[in-house]
């Protein structure tokens, strides 16, 4: 299992790089995200959301997205969410 994470939602634990060190995760054409992920719990509460995969910072001025399952309502949903001006 070298290439595989098991991340703790209760630790607060997650995998990071900086823009620098990447070269595949800027939205310039086409974009597939593809991975396995196993949930131990859904969102609970309505409008809350697990990140997967994201690019970006909050309040930040350049193009951002995120890849999650979202609590819409009473339904979980994979989500993409983008947004090109921050």
């Known amino acids: ?6 991340l703790e939602k209760d630790n607060s634990e997650y995998a990071f790089i900086t823009d620098a060190d990447q070269t595949g995760l800027n939205i310039e054409q086409n974009l597939t995200i593809e991975g396995w992920i196993k949930l ?8 809350e959301m697990y990140s997967l995969v994201s690019k970006g ?14 609590q819409y309502g009473a339904t979980p949903a994979l989500t993409f969410l983008r947004s090109y001006d921050g």
């Open 1 to 6: 299992q070298q290439y595989s994470l098991d």
């Open 40 to 47: 131990e719990s859904l969102p609970s509460s309505a409008n």
């Open 57 to 70: 910072n909050l309040g930040d001025e350049n193009a951002q997205y995120t890849f999650g399952v979202l």
